[in-house]
């Protein structure tokens, strides 16, 4: 289609029909082309997005992949990956059609991933092999997207293989006498005192915590009920469903827990049901924790891995991987197994030594004339 000039402004502009993916027939208009190539260029490439065209550039994909997800995954995950791909997908690949890009492409890029370097505290460093791999399940994600609805081969991304590893070197995790000895740096009837408890002894994720409302704890039942989740985004508080469907579930919680929330809401002022008990950040969690490690003296930890810690509080009184997984709310029991599983070895030599005394007094004793 041709492109069209603006003498007034020395610019060039494209107007053009076109049909929609309902059938509607629609008229597009962009002006503020500074040359006519890249008004016939843009021209292209519109039509051939609206058209899902294999050939199409991977930037055009990726608009189609994040206009698709916001009407399908939570506001917290398109904004999350929109600087993964800004940052170090869409500079290597954006101009490249889809359709064009190979094993080896992909293979190139890895390699720039695995030597790039950023400043952390005045230091330069390469990223952890975690954020590598994410890096690289993003990458394919969208490109299986591609095979699925736009009609590309195969996925060039999974053919050259995978980078990173998909967990940190070594779990993090406190056992009751370390974590008895951070929570002592915090008063009895202070917030951080209530807040880490319920970490400890739920193994709630942070979000979820956050999130909690008083028509969420049922005092006479011991419980508390987990249906959403916080985050902050661009300045604002949301709340949004847990990060899976089995997230969804009933907490039951020790007496003790219970008297100190009950306590803890008597002594709030005036709170309506759907208001959060704790209405603090992520930050606020990482700032205290920090503290009280440094006035306790206790080793450094995640957030996150107090929950770690509660189901290795579990394990340690060997409940069944089956209760942790609905404990802790995880979509599959295979995630508990996979998570935890270095945790169950370590009770092997309890296990057969508790097998040996049950055979030893059962079994009759043999003796040899």
């Known amino acids: 289609m041709p492109a069209y000039k603006e003498k007034t402004k020395n610019t060039w502009y494209v ?7 309902t059938g509607t027939r629609k008229r597009h208009l962009r002006r503020g082309f500074k040359r006519q ?6 021209d292209r490439e519109f039509l051939v997005k609206q058209q899902g065209s294999p050939d199409m550039l991977f930037s055009s994909l990726y608009d189609l992949y994040q206009k698709d997800g916001k009407a399908r995954v939570k506001e917290t995950t398109i904004t999350t990956r929109d600087p993964l791909f800004k940052k170090h997908i869409l500079p ?28 952390s505290k005045k230091i330069q460093r390469k990223y952890s092999p975690t954020y590598i791999n994410a890096l690289h399940v993003q990458l394919s994600a969208i490109f299986n997207y591609a095979v699925t609805y736009y009609r590309l081969p195969s996925n060039p991304a999974k053919l050259a293989g995978g980078i990173g590893k998909t967990k940190a070197h070594a779990m993090k995790f406190w056992t009751i006498g370390q974590f008895n000895q951070f929570i002592s740096s915090f008063p009895a009837d202070n917030t951080e005192y209530l807040v880490f408890n319920l970490l400890f002894y739920t193994g709630m994720r942070s979000g979820e915590l956050l999130a909690l409302t008083l028509a969420d704890f049922y005092e006479k039942e011991k419980s508390i009920h987990i249906n959403k989740t916080y985050s902050r985004l661009h300045k604002k508080d949301i709340i949004t469903s847990p990060k899976t469907e089995k997230g969804n579930r009933v907490i039951l919680l020790p007496q003790f827990i219970v008297d100190m929330l ?6 709030l002022p005036y709170i309506k049901q759907n208001e959060r008990i704790f209405p603090c950040s992520k930050f606020w969690l990482f700032r205290h924790m920090k503290l009280g ?23 340690e009184m060997v ?11 995880h979509e599959d029991i295979k995630i508990t197994l ?16 508790k097998l040996n005394d049950i055979g030893r007094n059962s079994i009759k004793t043999v003796s040899i004339a």
Not at 15 to 21: E, G, I
Not at 109 to 114: A, D, K, M, R, T
Not at 295 to 300: F, I, K, P, T, V
């Open 262 to 267: 009950a306590d803890y809401i008597n002594r």
């Open 293 to 315: 490690c440094k006035l306790s003296g206790a080793e450094q930890i995640r957030i996150h891995d107090l929950r770690h810690s509660h189901a290795s509080l579990l394990i």
């Open 338 to 353: 996979q998570t935890y599983s270095h945790l169950y070895l370590s009770k092997q030599e309890e296990l057969t030594a």
């Open 37 to 42: 190539k890249d008004a016939l260029e843009y």
């Open 15 to 21: 107007s053009f029909y076109f049909t929609d993916w």
């Open 92 to 119: 290597y690949l954006g101009n490249m059609p889809i359709n064009k890009i190979t094993p080896a492409d992909i293979r190139a890029w890895q390699n720039q991933i695995l030597q790039a370097t950023y400043i």
């Open 319 to 329: 409940f069944s991987p089956l209760l942790i997984k609905e404990r802790l709310g």
